[in-house]
């Protein structure tokens, strides 16, 4: 959990010292931790769409808290498209596999970043093909959507994202 990752998530309440995280352990108790984890909620089941039908979003207990993430962060002059992965060894159907990165295993990210700094600023989690019916190509679709909502500005790409279309 956080910046001191443990094979199980209660050894950060265990008494040995070489587990306990006290930052996490004297703010609340084990058993708060596991009821919050139960009950927060970002987004009302009830209202999801099943899969396999229209509109079903991959993402849809999270998307709110992407949705504020995305609004709150900062807007710069120089953007840049970047594919990221974040790694991860468990089980989801969102799981990519990409044999030539270092990160071979995890979830897929485009992002879009300050050239100069590489601070992220906005963000998509990769779900896998869509239903979208242009032809323009992934890395057009992927700027074009991460870039709708601002003002153009200097785009910086590396090869995926290049394309004709997208300089026009």
């Known amino acids: 959990m956080g ?5 199980d ?19 609340f108790t084990l058993t708060r931790f596991k009821k919050i984890m139960e009950n927060l909620h970002l987004n009302d089941n009830e209202m999801e769409r099943p899969r396999g039908s229209p509109g079903h979003d991959k993402l849809y207990k999270l998307r709110p808290m992407i949705t504020d993430l995305n609004e709150v962060f900062m807007n710069e002059m120089y953007d ?5 992965m974040v790694k991860f060894k468990g089980r989801s159907n969102l ?20 050239a100069t700094t590489g601070y992220m600023y ?17 890395g057009y679709n992927v700027v074009m ?17 290049t394309s004709c279309n997208l300089m026009d």
């Not at 840049?80 to 990221?84: A, G, L, P, T, Y």
């Open 145 to 161: 959507s991460l870039c709708q909502d601002f003002p153009r500005n200097t785009l910086v790409a590396y090869n995926f994202f």
């Open 3 to 7: 910046l001191n990752p443990l094979p």
């Open 9 to 27: 998530m209660e050894l950060q309440w265990e008494s040995d010292t070489f587990y306990n995280n006290p930052e996490i352990s004297q703010v």
């Open 95 to 114: 799981k990519q596999y990409m044999p030539k990165k270092p990160i071979k295993r995890g979830f897929k990210i485009w992002a879009r970043c300050d």
């Open 122 to 138: 906005q963000f998509q989690i990769y779900t896998g093909k869509g239903d979208s019916a242009e032809n323009e190509g992934l």
């Open 80 to 84: 840049s498209s970047r594919q990221c």
